[in-house]
């Protein structure tokens, strides 16, 4: 009997990782936005319809809270990667090339990791599977759709 590699060990813990991804990545990104409209966390607020980083806030603000539920997760992950590419050629790139030269790090981390979030997926923990989770019962647990003997 052979010893499961690595990768198979790591593989059954990939949907919960993933979740924990994007909750993190969520709460994060939810941050950004309540700091831009806001003003908390240390940030002076955009000025109400200032164009792009008002707006920019509030959409920072709704898809990081939809990322955090893991509700919507595909679609709030490909608009917020689309307004990171944007602020980062906006605001950034015309000051160097490189992320590391012209401040324009978190821009670009954070537009890679929505795009692969709009590919995998919400991972575990996300409030629709919880849901449903509750709903059909959970292993283990009698449902309430199974009938007890």
């Known amino acids: 009997m052979s010893t499961p590699s690595l990768s198979d060990r790591l593989a059954g813990h990939q949907p ?9 990545l969520g709460l994060l990104f ?5 700091a831009t409209v806001f003003g908390v966390l240390g940030r002076r607020s955009a000025p109400v319809g200032d164009w792009p980083f008002w ?3 509030i ?3 709704a898809c990081g809270v939809l ?10 992950a490909f608009l917020s990667s ?3 590419a944007f602020a980062y050629f906006t605001e950034h790139q015309p000051d160097g ?3 590391l030269q ?11 990791s929505f795009l692969m979030l709009v590919f995998f997926g919400p991972g575990a923990l996300s409030l629709p599977g919880l849901l449903v989770r509750a709903r059909d019962g959970f292993p283990g647990q009698a449902s309430s759709r199974t009938e007890l003997r």
């Open 55 to 57: 707006y920019a806030g």
């Open 102 to 112: 012209n401040g324009g790090l978190s821009p670009v981390l954070f537009c890679w």
């Open 67 to 76: 990322m955090l539920l893991g509700v919507m997760t595909r679609g709030a």
């Open 30 to 34: 939810a941050g950004e936005g309540a």
């Open 59 to 61: 959409i920072e603000l």
């Open 16 to 24: 919960l990782v993933l979740g924990a991804f994007r909750i993190v």
């Open 97 to 99: 090339l490189f992320p």
């Open 82 to 84: 689309g307004i990171m």
